[in-house]
């Protein structure tokens, strides 16, 4: 018997890379581990042990790279699958297909949450189930597009909705749901005891959702840690006019001209711009006036530095009862396509109709115009809504008005 030098095995061979063990019931054929040639020097087997390995481990890395990013792809595309499945919407309550194709950019996990969302005490199963499909429509008519946004979303109108339909009973829409009143004594009654910062957060959420859906002229709590936001500065009007004259067809223009003359010269409304007409506009020698319709229907004069870009809008057309303001409107809320066509056309200062207004209110407030007048050309159908801007204008100091308080003649 001979001692293989490179396993150190029995054989009946001189070559161990083929030795053959028999016996009497069996023959099999066996190939050790080392599979070297018997008799070689050990410099000769160390060499070919070395080259060997070299070649043997530079194979090896690189199946096993092969076979890593082979496993980390399986992994990814598990992970993948697994995230599709877990946002991908399957099971949409028919009660709400017909919202969900109104809304189709809405992403499914949003959908998700607000579909399978559940408030906290104090809101009770009965009065949610009750309170729970207006408040997934509001929520879709705001499109949101996050996960934060939308459980914020649902957080802050779940549990609104609860506290108006308790205190009311009556069927609830944004116009009856989202008022000055109702936030007022919901912010009162509900969150007096939470902080300066999360009582401003819930009126600023609620405040947006009715201007936004019922074009409401809602304030929000003033933020805690800042002043109150300004009008627009002439630099901001500016670029508003550059961003107008900027736009790449005529129709474009048209509508940003309107824009910007209705809510900027005259203040008003989402609503009345979007009712308003050609016919509506009237020049009087050198002052510009806006016949406004609708429920606070009134004749309201256009500052002049606006005035000219108004009179722009209404340029080359023939039709009196065209509309000043083109676009798809949504029959729920035709005001919509104002909103369409910001987020479409977008601008460095973003002029909302909103702002406009308040900034327009607030030029008039800081101009000393009466407080009866202001009422009367804003459409403002109570003092105390109109009081509220006053806490956002200039501050002014006693001693300017002594003579008009101790009766000076003037």
Request: charged share 25%.
């Amino acid at each position: 018997m001979d001692l293989c030098a490179g396993c150190g095995e029995v054989g009946v061979t001189r070559r161990c890379d083929a030795l053959v063990v028999e016996s009497a019931e069996f023959k099999t054929e066996w190939r050790p581990p080392c599979a070297l040639p018997h008799g070689v020097s050990a410099t000769r087997r160390n060499r070919q042990r070395l080259r060997g390995g070299a070649d043997w481990r530079h194979g090896a890395g690189i199946a096993a790279s092969v076979r890593t990013v082979c496993a980390l792809l399986v992994v990814a595309a598990y992970i993948c699958g697994m995230e599709k499945q877990k946002h991908q919407l399957t099971d949409i309550p028919t009660e709400y297909e017909e919202v969900r194709a109104k809304h189709p950019h809405i992403p499914d996990f949003a959908w998700s949450i607000m579909l399978r969302y559940t408030p906290q005490k104090p809101v009770t199963p009965a009065v949610w189930e009750v309170v729970r499909p207006f408040t997934i429509s509001t929520a879709a008519e705001m499109e949101p597009g996050t996960y934060d946004v939308t459980r914020r979303l649902m957080t802050t109108t779940a549990h609104f909705h609860a506290w108006v339909w308790a205190g009311t009973g009556a069927q609830l829409d944004v116009f009856s749901t989202y008022t000055q009143d109702n936030i007022d004594r919901y912010l009162h009654s509900e969150h007096k005891r939470k902080s300066a910062d999360h009582r401003w957060g819930v009126s600023r959420q609620l405040v947006k959702i009715g201007r936004e859906l019922a074009d409401a002229d809602l304030l929000a709590l003033p933020a805690p840690d800042g002043k109150p936001r300004p009008p627009f500065t002439t630099k901001e009007i500016a670029s508003m006019h550059s961003w107008a004259n900027s736009l790449s067809t005529s129709l474009k223009r048209r509508n940003a001209w309107a824009l910007l003359g209705l809510a900027g010269g005259a203040g008003l409304t989402t609503t009345e711009i979007a009712d308003a007409r050609v016919s509506d506009i009237h020049r009087d020698g050198t002052v510009v006036f806006v016949d406004v319709r609708g429920a606070n229907a009134r004749r309201v004069p256009v500052r002049n530095s606006w005035a000219r870009v108004l009179l722009r809008s209404v340029e080359g057309r023939e039709r009196a009862d065209e509309l000043l303001f083109h676009g798809h409107r949504f029959a729920e809320y035709p005001p919509r396509a104002i909103q369409t066509f910001l987020t479409e056309n977008r601008a460095s200062v973003r002029p909302t109709p909103m702002r406009l207004r308040n900034s327009w209110l607030l030029h008039h407030i800081n101009n000393n115009v009466p407080p009866q007048i202001l009422r009367e050309v804003s459409g403002i159908v109570d003092y105390q809504t109109l009081m509220r801007y006053y806490a956002h204008a200039e501050r002014r100091s006693v001693a300017d008005y002594y003579d008009l308080l101790t009766g000076a003649p003037l």
